[in-house]
T-cell receptor
Framework: NAGVMQNPRHLVRRRGQEARLRCSPMKGHSHVYWYRQLPEEGLKFMVYLQKENIIDESGMPKERFSAEFPKEGPSILRIQQVVRGDSAAYFC????????????FGPGTRLTVT | GQQLNQSPQSMFIQEGEDVSMNCTSSSIFNTWLWYKQDPGEGPVLLIALYKAGELTSNGRLTAQFGITRKDSFLNISASIPSDVGIYFCAGRAGTASKLTFGTGTRLQVTL
């Protein structure tokens, strides 16, 4: 059973460009979560999605960041007009249902903004 | 917002020793999860706890859900070199699905 897949693993963008991060949940999982990790810190929640719905985006910056989880295909985290402060590791997790369930993480995408 | 404090921040131990670390919160959590993260990788789930007072083992790892629901503990017995990494606690409060992560405990094992 394949785990959570994320691509690309590494992404370099210049300031002002757009970054698109992809996440395919584990087979049978329909709930996806995005977290951001700065160096030497714990993970910080960004957004929680089910297919075609954003359930909780309380951790998402108000501007430049958006997320979607379409009916078909992977979940996408999109960062427009990236700035140096966006450099971080972005992790996706999935669970079979919402609520008190374990979340399984992907390997992450390391975004570097130059 | 909610904060989870882990201690110790880092520890050096000798191979074969037992390890204890804990996680405390300023508010109540309904679920506690423990993860291990290796450099350049995502967190790997070790143990999940769902009830206050619950004690759960996974091989050499044992974790407990504190009675007050504001803390959790992780013990590793007879440490080996592959135990090296950063251990994170994570909690879920109320009906929310999102996880709040702790600050991490970095474990280094000397031979």
């Amino acid at each position: 059973n394949a785990g959570v897949m994320q691509n690309p693993r590494h992404l370099v963008r210049r300031r002002g460009q757009e970054a698109r991060l992809r996440c395919s949940p584990m087979k049978g999982h329909s709930h996806v979560y995005w977290y951001r990790q700065l160096p030497e810190e714990g993970l910080k929640f960004m957004v929680y999605l089910q297919k075609e719905n954003i359930i909780d985006e309380s951790g998402m910056p108000k501007e430049r960041f958006s997320a979607e989880f379409p009916k078909e295909g992977p979940s996408i985290l999109r960062i427009q007009q990236v700035v140096r402060g966006d450099s971080a590791a972005y992790f996706c997790a999935s669970s079979p249902t919402g609520g008190p369930n374990e979340q399984y993480f992907g390997p992450g995408t390391r975004l570097t903004v130059t | 917002g909610q904060q989870l404090n882990q201690s110790p921040q880092s520890m050096f131990i000798q191979e074969g020793e037992d390890v204890s670390m804990n996680c405390t919160s300023s508010s109540i959590f309904n679920t506690w999860l423990w993860y291990k993260q290796d450099p350049g990788e995502g967190p790997v789930l070790l143990i999940a706890l769902y009830k206050a007072g619950e004690l759960t083992s996974n091989g050499r790892l044992t974790a407990q859900f504190g009675i007050t629901r504001k803390d959790s503990f992780l013990n590793i017995s007879a440490s080996i070199p592959s135990d090296v990494g950063i251990y994170f606690c994570a909690g879920r409060a109320g009906t929310a699905s999102k996880l709040t992560f702790g600050t991490g405990t970095r474990l280094q094992v000397t031979l």
